[in-house]
């Protein structure tokens, strides 16, 4: 079988917005990226990342376009992406960064930490998730559909499977950087995550007028909810306090 979808306009787009575009020329202008991916030709996760510490100083030549539509290989979905190395234009594969680090910002705090030995108590971060899809199941059953439910294969599974690992990540990220806040005696405002349900209609291939008014409205929705309101302003009188007078850092 090949993946469901082609990543011809994908590639395109990427390459409209971004042309030539490096990482190091998000390093020019004062700023850092943290972009995950899976390298499927050495078996282990990429994090390529603007080369902003010492020690830094292997990704900076990669394409922006290449790296972007190979941390949005989402498996089943898209094909596998081939990315030439900078440095002596190996090949090598890759497939969706979501399949290990769908909630990033756990990432994005220990390169603060370590590499930008920004201490916890200066850093906030603020987490917007994408829908997520519900993957509990909350039913039992009985008998032939019992075993059917449990002794389930790869057709069974399908598209679902996919989404069960991506989403799965999110959660662990999210509880662990609660937890970290917390053992410092950080405030409830320091770690803040959005999180946006699935609604029917909704999927990662689904791209109608429909769908995209959907998500529009979600966005609207959202930022209409007085606690949601509430949350964001505490959150970003913090980071105000704490940079005042400084270049404003968020992850």
């Excluded at 020329?25 to 899976?38: D, H, N, Q, R, T």
């Excluded at 990033?104 to 829908?131: D, F, M």
């Excluded at 959907?214 to 980071?239: A, H, P």
């Amino acid at each position: 079988m090949i993946s469901l979808y082609s990543n011809r306009e994908l590639r395109s787009a990427l390459s409209d917005v971004f042309g030539d575009l490096t990482l190091g020329s998000i390093l020019e202008k004062g700023e850092y990226a943290v972009i995950p991916a899976f390298c499927l030709t050495t078996g282990r996760p990429r994090i390529f990342k603007t080369d902003h510490a010492d020690g830094l100083s292997r990704h900076n030549q990669y394409s922006i376009g290449d790296i972007a539509l190979a941390s949005s290989a989402a498996p089943i979905y898209f094909p596998v992406v081939e990315v030439k190395t900078p440095d002596d234009a190996r090949v090598e594969r890759y497939c969706d960064g979501g399949i290990f680090a769908n909630h990033p910002a756990l990432l994005g705090l220990a390169e603060a930490l370590y590499h930008l030995k920004r201490p916890l108590t200066e850093i906030k971060i603020l987490s917007v998730s994408t829908p997520r899809s519900m993957v509990a199941e909350d039913f039992s059953a009985v008998g032939f559909v019992r075993r059917r439910v449990l002794r389930r294969g790869l057709f069974a599974w399908r598209r679902s499977l996919a989404g069960l690992f991506i989403d799965s990540t999110s959660d662990i990220s999210d509880e662990a950087l609660r937890r970290i806040f917390f053992a410092i005696g950080g405030s409830k405002s320091d770690y803040q995550r959005i999180v946006f349900p699935r609604p029917q209609g909704l999927d990662l291939d689904i791209a109608t007028t429909n769908a995209t008014h959907t998500l529009e409205t979600m966005g609207v929705e959202k930022g209409s909810n007085r606690e949601v309101r509430d949350q964001m302003e505490v959150f970003f009188k913090e980071v105000a306090k704490a940079t005042y007078g400084q270049r404003s850092e968020i992850l």
